[in-house]
């Protein structure tokens, strides 16, 4: 509950009617997927915040970093809400600062190929703009979400997707930041340049910093020429293991602008997904399939389709080839953004809630370690019974690894815990990453100090100091293992592997 | 449904904000876009509610309008990646907050009305007048089922219905004890109050189960697929319950050639182009959108498609008691609805649901709007 006097001081920077304290509305911003089924266990997942606000301009955001600053009040910045670490559970309370008035497209240049955008605009509105624009215009970043994020979002997360193994991430489209840190100190951090070599690379440090160092109140966004055509090849294998080795020999060749790999069950879900549009498209229910998009001059694309096809034709594993154009390769492409969701779709009925480890969800490893950690995955669950599958962005080493485990008690919590905790240590231990594109937000940050090693992320903390020296900013994330949920690890795992 | 299986069902939303949110939602606040406002949100709600332990929830204003602005368009249902029947989840805390008597103080009369008139507008006039003598028609296999909305507010789709039955040399009776199909009831957190006019309506339906029983109000139509399945399954399974244009699309032939005619009409009596509106509950309640199209395009009707048609399409405004309960937001739908059909250069829509059908006219009228709205039945009437 918030002091009436401070939530009176909000209300005078930003208006009455976009301060919001009911109880419900409040309730609405206290949950992401995995502490919503923690919270049927214990209300201790219920993460309230204290007050949720909409601000409207820089200037208002500046106020209300230097009214927290003042009170002591602790500031979650949130886009569309859409992630998947945590990022904006308000863990200790604090006030919501929600960007979706700060909306507006405001420049679009197409000499210099840059768009200027207030945070809160969705990623779909922007790209809706510039493919409409004379020549036709995008920005290459495919995260799952890209129907509903915000641009704030994606760069305080650094978002990417399917194709970050050509066109890498969010990161490589932000030529400049306009923010607020944590001292309330307005900063414009970058150029309207691509290359730069000019002072230490503040703009590369802030993209990805989760709203922990500060608050992005303007973006400037590189964008590129659309690509002549987009078409996908899809292969089917009766095995997943001839599917991995199969993308490997398809980047040898080429570096598809996506390359993702899905086992049965994803492609039951994305089934399901495609049986609600029109006209029809089905897949094949095979052991695994490849979706390998490619983009381009048509006659070259055209070549390197041809290419894969027989590629993967001449593979006695191999069940079935295709090429998808036109509708078929949107729909396949809508069923894979909505593909971990879908397999809710398909998903056998519990009789309580269930949720799915987010720890193991986001590895990234070197590929040649893809086999040995997928290999892992499947033994832990079918040790424990537990239904699985496997899909993600195998070409630039990214796996989700995805089951969904019953909740009825906190020894199913603490079971997730045990279950993270033995395939994060895998991960780490083949040269991997805990978390490849979702963020570390509440749910990864344990594991940090395994990664990195102590000293390096104590390192990160006194950065983290610099920029926000009272922890204003989304407290309780990324640099910050606190061992408050049982959900989260218990073992020791503060050594660097 | 129960509680239990609705938290089975909740727990499946992963917030992943797919569900949709600009003006897919008729419920949706532009303005203020606070989270509450979102299908999520009204997921979140239900949580809330049903999580309450002391905390107040069921009371909040908040909650009781967040979630009886909803109109049980489906729309979220339809978007939702994991394919969570979010409307239904909306009704249980409707539900519960009925249980709070903590809902619009317009359904209260709504609820009095079906009640004590058998329909929700609390009209006296019996509900068979225009065709007394269809009640004793014992023999007849087939029910038509007319509804309030056809019966009370608009009564043409009700009498051309009739006239095309006659066409068709279908003999039709109606039920002795017609009554509300109570869908509103159920829609609106009342399904308590089901009652014994309902009972005694789906009694007489098992004493002597028809062949088929026809519907025009797809409201109507699903609330007997829904509601009443397992009370309709157990005692008729085979009784067909059939939406007009399922029924019409095998017979159409037998209207004869209206080809010839539909030249004449576009140029005099129905301003061109024609736009077709898919109703929520037809399309995806009911999956019913290749029926009207199909009878449509075998009468060689030329008519134009919204940008979002079929399953994908946009709600009138109306349903669920939101019309009554919040007259502007309703309204405020129904107008971007027509402002598309404007944009679209139709002048004429035309859809199949009485319910949709009287809440353009309403505001057609109210705004002064050059549209004019059909029912598919008038327009076969008028070419036969």
């Given at each position: 509950m918030i002091d009436p006097s401070i939530k009176s001081k909000f209300i005078g920077i930003i208006g009455k009617q976009y301060v919001a304290d009911d109880p419900v509305e409040l309730y609405c911003y206290s949950h992401d997927f995995v502490s919503r089924a923690l919270s049927w266990i214990s209300k201790?997942?219920?993460f309230m915040p204290d007050l949720v606000i909409k601000p409207k301009n820089a200037d208002q955001v500046k106020e209300i970093i230097d009214l927290a600053n003042a009170e002591n009040l602790k500031i979650i910045p949130r886009g569309a809400g859409t992630s998947y670490g945590g990022q904006f559970l308000p863990i200790e309370g604090g006030v919501i600062m929600d960007f979706n008035r700060m909306n507006k497209i405001l420049e679009i240049?197409?000499?210099?190929?840059?768009?200027?955008?207030?945070?809160?605009?969705?990623?779909?509105?922007?790209?809706?703009?510039?493919?409409?624009?004379?020549?036709?215009?995008?920005?290459?970043?495919?995260?799952?979400?890209?129907?509903?994020?915000?641009?704030?979002?994606?760069?305080?997360?650094?978002?990417?997707?399917?194709?970050?193994?050509?066109?890498?991430?969010t990161r490589d489209y932000v030529l400049k930041l306009e923010a607020i840190l944590g001292t309330g100190q307005r900063v414009q951090i970058g150029r309207l340049v691509k290359k730069t070599v000019s002072g230490l690379d503040l703009l590369s440090l802030f993209i990805g910093s989760e709203g922990t160092l500060g608050v992005i109140t303007e973006a400037t966004l590189q964008f590129l020429a659309l690509p002549e055509i987009f078409l996908t090849v899809v292969g089917f294998f009766d095995s997943i293991e001839i599917a991995v080795q199969a993308a490997k020999e398809i980047k040898e060749y080429v570096t598809p602008m996506s390359l993702e790999i899905a086992d049965q069950l994803v492609l039951s879900g994305m089934n399901s997904f495609l049986s609600r549009l029109t006209p029809k498209i089905v897949l094949k229910i095979s052991k695994a399939a490849?979706?390998?998009?490619?983009?381009?001059?048509?006659?070259?694309?055209?070549?390197?389709?041809?290419?894969?096809?027989?590629?993967?034709?001449?593979?006695?594993?191999?069940?079935?080839?295709?090429?998808?154009?036109?509708?078929?390769?949107?729909?396949?492409?809508?069923?894979?953004?909505?593909?971990?969701p879908s397999l809710l779709r398909i998903q056998r009925p519990f009789r309580t809630v269930a949720t799915f480890p987010p720890a193991i969800l986001d590895f990234s490893v070197p590929y040649s370690k893809i086999q040995v950690l997928m290999k892992k995955f499947a033994e832990i669950m079918r040790a424990n019974n537990i239904a699985f599958t496997r899909m993600g962005h195998i070409g630039d080493g990214n796996i989700h690894l995805l089951c969904t485990i019953p909740l009825k008690s906190e020894a199913d919590i603490r079971k997730i815990g045990d279950i993270q905790d033995e395939l994060v240590k895998l991960a780490i231990s083949l040269g991997g990453s805990v978390t490849a594109e979702h963020g570390c937000g509440v749910w990864k940050a344990p594991y940090l100090n395994l990664e990195?090693?102590?000293?390096?992320?104590?390192?990160?903390?006194?950065?983290?100091?610099?920029?926000?020296?009272?922890?204003?900013?989304?407290?309780?994330?990324?640099?910050?293992?606190?061992?408050?949920?049982?959900?989260q690890t218990t073992n020791n795992l503060s050594e660097k592997s | 449904m129960n509680v239990k299986q609705i938290q089975g069902i909740i727990w499946k939303c992963n917030l992943c904000g797919f569900c949709p949110k600009d003006f897919e939602c008729p419920s949706f606040d532009e303005d203020a876009r606070w989270e509450s406002s979102y299908a999520r949100g009204k997921v979140s709600i239900v949580h809330a509610i049903l999580q309450d332990e002391g905390r107040g929830f069921q009371n909040s204003l908040l909650a009781k309008d967040s979630l009886f602005s909803c109109t049980g368009c489906g729309h979220c249902h339809y978007i939702c990646p994991s394919g969570i029947d979010i409307p239904r989840i909306i009704i249980l805390g409707k539900?519960?907050?009925?249980?709070?008597?903590?809902?619009?103080?317009?359904?209260?009369?709504?609820?009095?009305?079906?009640?004590?008139?058998?329909?929700?507008?609390?009209?006296?006039?019996?509900?068979?007048?225009?065709?007394?003598?269809?009640?004793?028609?014992?023999?007849?296999?087939?029910?038509?089922?007319?509804?309030?909305?056809?019966?009370?507010?608009?009564?043409?789709?009700?009498?051309?219905?009739?006239?095309?039955?006659?066409?068709?040399?279908?003999?039709i009776k109606v039920l002795e004890n017609e009554t509300c199909c109570s869908g509103i009831l159920y829609r609106t957190g009342h399904a308590d109050l089901l009652g014994q006019l309902v009972k005694q309506m789906l009694n007489e339906l098992n004493e002597?189960?028809?062949?088929?029983?026809?519907?025009?109000?797809?409201?109507?139509?699903?609330?007997?697929?829904?509601?009443?399945?397992?009370?309709?399954?157990?005692?008729?399974?085979?009784?067909?319950?059939?939406?007009?244009?399922?029924?019409?699309?095998?017979?159409?032939?037998?209207?004869?050639?209206?080809?010839?005619?539909?030249?004449?009409?576009?140029?005099?009596?129905?301003?061109?182009?024609?736009?077709?509106?898919?109703?929520?509950?037809?399309?995806?309640?009911?999956?019913?959108?290749?029926?009207?199209?199909?009878?449509?395009?075998?009468?060689?009707?030329?008519?134009?498609?919204?940008?979002?048609n079929r399953e994908d399409s946009n709600c009138c405004g109306s349903g669920s008691g939101v019309r009554s309960a919040y007259p502007e937001m309703a309204e405020k739908t129904t107008i971007q609805r027509i402002e598309e059909v404007k944009e679209l250069g139709a002048r004429t829509i035309l859809t199949a649901c009485p319910f949709c059908e009287y809440q353009y006219n309403s505001v057609v009228k109210k705004n002064g709007y050059d549209i004019d709205v059909i029912d598919l039945n008038i327009l076969l009437e008028k070419l036969t």
């Open positions: 201790d997942y219920d240049n197409t000499e210099d190929n840059y768009a200027i955008v207030e945070p809160g605009v969705l990623y779909k509105d922007l790209r809706k703009r510039l493919r409409s624009t004379d020549k036709g215009y995008w920005i290459p970043c495919n995260p799952g979400s890209a129907d509903v994020c915000t641009i704030g979002g994606m760069i305080a997360n650094d978002a990417s997707g399917e194709s970050a193994i050509k066109y890498g991430t490849l979706l390998i998009r490619l983009d381009g001059e048509e006659k070259v694309t055209s070549d390197q389709a041809r290419y894969i096809v027989n590629l993967l034709s001449s593979n006695e594993h191999s069940l079935d080839v295709k090429i998808m154009r036109g509708f078929e390769h949107d729909y396949l492409w809508k069923a894979r953004d909505g593909a971990g990195h090693g102590v000293e390096v992320v104590d390192l990160m903390r006194k950065i983290k100091a610099i920029f926000d020296p009272n922890n204003i900013l989304n407290p309780g994330k990324m640099y910050e293992s606190k061992k408050k949920f049982n959900f | 539900k519960k907050l009925v249980e709070a008597n903590n809902y619009p103080k317009t359904h209260e009369q709504v609820v009095e009305n079906i009640k004590k008139y058998k329909n929700p507008f609390g009209e006296k006039e019996p509900r068979d007048l225009a065709w007394p003598e269809l009640k004793s028609n014992v023999d007849a296999e087939t029910v038509y089922f007319p509804g309030c909305m056809a019966i009370y507010r608009t009564p043409e789709v009700a009498r051309n219905t009739l006239k095309l039955f006659k066409i068709l040399g279908e003999d002597k189960p028809p062949k088929q029983i026809i519907f025009t109000c797809p409201g109507c139509l699903t609330a007997f697929k829904e509601i009443y399945k397992s009370e309709l399954k157990e005692k008729f399974n085979n009784t067909n319950l059939l939406h007009f244009s399922e029924y019409l699309l095998d017979k159409i032939s037998q209207l004869g050639n209206l080809e010839s005619k539909v030249k004449v009409l576009l140029g005099n009596e129905i301003k061109e182009p024609v736009i077709w509106h898919d109703p929520c509950h037809l399309v995806r309640s009911l999956g019913i959108y290749n029926e009207p199209r199909a009878i449509l395009e075998a009468i060689k009707f030329p008519y134009i498609e919204f940008k979002q």
